[in-house]
T-cell receptor
Framework: GAGVSQTPSNKVTEKGKYVELRCDPISGHTALYWYRQSLGQGPEFLIYFQGTGAADDSGLPNDRFFAVRPEGSVSTLKIQRTERGDSAVYLC?????????????FGEGSWLTVV | AQKVTQAQTEISVVEKEDVTLDCVYETRDTTYYLFWYKQPPSGELVFLIRRNSFDEQNEISGRYSWNFQKSTSSFNFTITASQVVDSAVYFCALSFKAAGNKLTFGGGTRVLVKP
């Protein structure tokens, strides 16, 4: 597609529920990233993929968070047993590859609210 | 440790005034990249510029200009003759070779341009 596409754009869920957030990167981009942005703060890195493999998942806050990219294109961020503290904007991004310095292009984010 | 500091949390100007956003970074790597992104109310992070650590030339793009000074570890951004459409949150970010293409963001500076 023309840009990074994320669905849903907004999600309200109850505490303890399971949530999936989807990202469709720019066509031809092999690297895909997930960031989380809390209100009034800068985005924080969660995980990135080069192709199908997770190259760096050091930013995932705990084992309730998991992400996959089975065919090297679309990725899904999965959050189990959601907590109110998980409420944030989840930003997906992509770049041509994961070599340092490549421009990273972001989607509009998925706003997650846990009530 | 890598760190990006944007000391100004919010700047308010009247249209046509110039505004300069400060960005100070910390890294022990000799090869690194600096970025500026704009985040309008819609939420999407819009790429503005990328600069590598070996290129200290200042850059101008229309009303935007950037001043990179390695001696002070700063990468400041100036908007000349500001317009209402420039109202947004601006983020400075750093990536370094050893960590692939993972971005570390500053906390952002909110710019409000009043007509």
């Amino acid at each position: 597609g023309a840009g990074v596409s994320q669905t849903p754009s907004n999600k309200v869920t109850e505490k303890g529920k399971y949530v999936e957030l989807r990202c469709d990167p720019i066509s031809g981009h092999t690297a895909l990233y997930w960031y989380r942005q809390s209100l009034g703060q800068g985005p924080e890195f969660l995980i990135y993929f080069q192709g199908t493999g997770a190259a760096d998942d050091s930013g995932l806050p705990n084992d309730r968070f998991f992400a996959v990219r089975p065919e090297g294109s679309v990725s899904t961020l999965k959050i189990q047993r959601t907590e109110r503290g998980d409420s944030a904007v989840y930003l997906c991004a992509s770049s041509f590859d994961s070599f340092s310095g490549n421009t990273i292009y972001f989607g509009e984010g998925s706003w997650l609210t846990v009530v | 440790a890598q760190k990006v500091t944007q000391a100004q949390t919010e700047i308010s100007v009247v249209e046509k005034e110039d505004v300069t956003l400060d960005c100070v970074y910390e890294t022990r790597d000799t090869t690194y990249y600096l970025f500026w992104y704009k985040q309008p109310p819609s939420g999407e992070l819009v790429f503005l510029i990328r600069r590598n650590s070996f290129d200290e030339q200042n850059e101008i793009s229309g009303r935007y200009s950037w001043n990179f000074q390695k001696s002070t570890s700063s990468f400041n951004f100036t908007i000349t003759a500001s317009q209402v459409v420039d109202s947004a949150v601006y983020f400075c970010a750093l990536s370094f070779k050893a960590a692939g293409n993972k971005l570390t963001f500053g906390g952002g500076t909110r710019v409000l341009v009043k007509p």
